[in-house]
């Protein structure tokens, strides 16, 4: 029986410089990505902002309207936007940059377990900025102009429009991360697969209490963001046990 691989592959020693250069390659390697595509979105900053200001301009009623407050606020808004749509689209290579940088020292087991870790984080996300996007801001605005009071014309400051949306995208893409989160903490052995499903109902109230936390004090926004954290907390105990037999079936042979 050959005995499990629990070194780090064999790499050539560096120096604490040559770690240190690598680092600064990495991360210039990263910006630049982020410069590069960050000037290529400029001259469609208004557009990206168009799209982003969509769900809101719908459902306003009548002569409803985003504004600027501030002087520059037309200008500098959607290079904001452009910038962290930059920061959005170059995410993976970033992520990858990082993985590059700290491979070297990982175990061959922990790599395999890091690479669909960082891929399946990646990919939630962004599947939790689209659910944002797609379903839950129709719902969220479509609630703020319902209860707008007779007489009051809602018209929100663009800037101000832009950091709750991206509030919002952050919000739901790191909750979009708890199937992740589940499998780390077993993959770590801070608790184990029977340890999570005993959790269930404290986890199913911090959903609430998150979703009550990050979306607008409506019902149904809370559960849109509540449900899905509830049933992807299950899809978290589905991939940990699957990996635990795994690693039971490789300690067998």
Not at 11 to 21: G, K, M, R, S
Not at 41 to 57: G, R, S, V
């Amino acid at each position: 029986m050959a005995a499990p691989e629990t070194d780090p592959d064999p790499a050539p020693e560096q120096t604490f410089i040559e770690h240190l250069t690598e680092l600064r390659n990495r991360l210039l390697r990263a910006v630049a990505a982020i410069l590069i595509v960050f000037l290529a979105l400029i001259p469609f900053a208004t557009d990206l902002y168009a799209w982003l200001a969509e769900p809101l301009l719908s459902r306003l009623p009548a002569g409803g309207q985003l504004v600027a407050i501030e002087v520059a606020g037309p200008f500098l808004t959607p290079l904001k936007l452009a910038f962290f749509t930059a920061l959005m689209v170059t995410m993976p290579f970033s992520l990858y940059q990082a993985w590059a940088f700290v491979a070297p020292a990982l175990y061959r087991n922990e790599k395999q377990l890091a690479i669909p870790l960082l891929v399946s984080s990646t990919l939630l996300f962004y599947l939790g900025c689209a659910f944002a996007y797609y379903l839950v801001m129709p719902v969220v605005f479509g609630f703020l102009a319902s209860i707008t009071p007779d007489g009051v014309a809602m018209m929100t400051d663009i800037g101000r429009y832009l950091d709750f949306v991206l509030m919002l995208f952050f919000a739901f893409g790191m909750c979009f991360e708890v199937p992740v989160a589940t499998v780390i903490v077993v993959a770590t052995g801070w608790l184990d697969v029977g340890a999570l499903k005993r959790s269930r109902p404290y986890v199913i109230v911090g959903a609430f209490v998150v979703g009550a936390i990050v979306t607008p004090p409506d019902v149904l926004s809370q559960v849109m963001l509540a449900v899905p954290m509830c049933l992807l907390y299950e899809l978290g105990i589905v991939a940990a046990t699957a990996l635990v037999r795994r690693r039971e079936a490789q300690a067998g042979h």
